[in-house]
């Protein structure tokens, strides 16, 4: 399962509580659905750098937060659907995030460093060296 990052803004009038419960759901969503949740974070309200109008409304500030998840695609689906039905959230998006690499060990480094240095100067030289 791929790692997600779903960034959303929501109206400036949505309190604290209910921020949470948006938050809280798109986590219980993730989980119900055999995923994991890995980070949550609320940037509170900002300021936006262009207003986003909607039919009567216009937004100068928003509410922003993050859920970071491990989550199979067809949980973007249902989360899609609960982000576009509640008229709380102005607007979303969900990247998809690449897998990190795991470091080499320092064993594994000294190991690749002594082939090239035998390759570079001989392996008479990797003995010598090491006297």
Not at 9 to 38: D, F, Y
């Amino acid at each position: 399962m791929p790692l997600y990052e779903l960034f959303a803004i929501a109206k400036p009038a949505v309190g604290k509580a209910a921020l949470a419960e948006m938050m809280r759901a798109v986590g219980s969503t993730v989980m119900q659905q055999g995923g994991v949740v890995t980070d949550i974070m609320s940037y509170g309200q900002r300021k936006l750098a262009y207003d986003i109008r909607q039919p009567g409304s216009r937004y100068g500030e928003a509410n922003m937060w993050q859920v970071n998840f491990v989550a199979s695609p067809k949980t973007l689906q249902d989360i899609d659907h609960s982000l576009r039905v509640d008229e709380r959230v102005l607007r979303w998006i969900v990247l998809k995030r690449r897998p990190y690499n795991r470091l080499p060990t320092p064993h594994a480094v000294a190991q690749r460093a002594e082939k090239l240095y035998q390759q570079i100067n001989g392996p008479a030289a990797a003995k010598a060296g090491r006297q």
